[in-house]
C-alpha cells in the first residue's frame, strides 16, 4: 500500500519569503502524487497534481511541485509567500488507476508579516 | 472547477443520537463519493467509497452499521452517524469524482459533527 511522510508538522515563513514544503511518498510503482491546501474549517482544495510527463508542475496561487523519482519526494514550492497562503497542506498519493488519495499528516504553513 | 455542497456545516447532538450529513455535487453528476473523517491536527482519513446505486465500499475498520452511507442518485450521497457518541466527534468531508480524464476528486467543505 501507499504511505506519504510530511516530515515537518509546522512551517514558519516571513510574507515575501520563498517556501519549500516537504514530501515523501512510498509507492512501488509511478504514483499520481497531490498538493491540497485546506483552510481553517474549510474542505480541501486541489493546488496541484502529478500524473506523468513533465515533472515540474505548476499549479494555481503561484505554487510548483516538482517529481523526484530517485528520492521519492514530491516537494511543493513557492517562490515568494503571501499572508493568505497561511493554511495547512496536504501531499497525497494514490495508485496508478484508483485515484484515491491517501493523504499525509500535513504541514500547517504560519506567515508573518 | 466543480462544486461539492455539504449541509449542515455543523452539528451538536446528544449522545446517542443519529445524525444525517448531506454531500451534494452541484454541477455533475458524480458516479463515486468518498466520505473522510478527520481529527484535529491530524490528516484525512477514508471511511468509505461510495457508488451511485450500490452498497458502499468501507475502509477497514470502519464499522458500516455505525456509518450508514447511501447514494440514491448522481448527486447526493449521505452519510448517517448511528447512536452517536462523543468519540465520534470529528470533522467529516466527502468528496466527489466526475468521471472523466483525470478522475480528479472535488472536496466539500466538510461538517463539524460535536456529539455531548
Known sequence: AQSVTQPDIHITVSEGASLELRCNYSYGATPYLFWYVQSPGQGLQLLLKYFSG????????????????????FNLRKPSVHWSDAAEYF??????????????????????? | GAVVSQHP??????????????????????????????????????????NEGSKATYEQGVEKDKFLINHAS????????????PEDSSFYICSAREPGTTNEQFFGPGTRLTVL
Open chain 1, 54 to 73: 513533465d515533472t515540474l508542475v505548476q499549479g494555481i496561487k503561484g505554487f510548483e511541485a516538482e517529481f523526484k523519482r530517485s528520492q521519492s519526494s
Open chain 1, 91 to 113: 501531499c497525497a498519493v494514490a495508485a496508478g488507476g484508483s485515484y484515491i488519495p491517501t493523504f499525509g499528516r500535513g504541514t500547517s504553513l504560519i506567515v508573518h508579516p
Open chain 2, 9 to 50: 456545516s455543523r452539528v451538536i447532538c446528544k449522545s446517542g443520537t443519529s445524525v444525517k450529513i448531506e454531500c451534494r455535487s452541484l454541477d455533475f453528476q458524480a458516479t463515486t463519493m468518498f466520505w473522510y473523517r478527520q481529527f484535529p491536527k491530524q490528516s484525512l482519513m477514508l471511511m468509505a467509497t461510495s
Open chain 2, 74 to 85: 448522481l448527486t447526493l450521497s449521505t452519510l448517517t452517524v448511528t447512536s452517536a457518541h
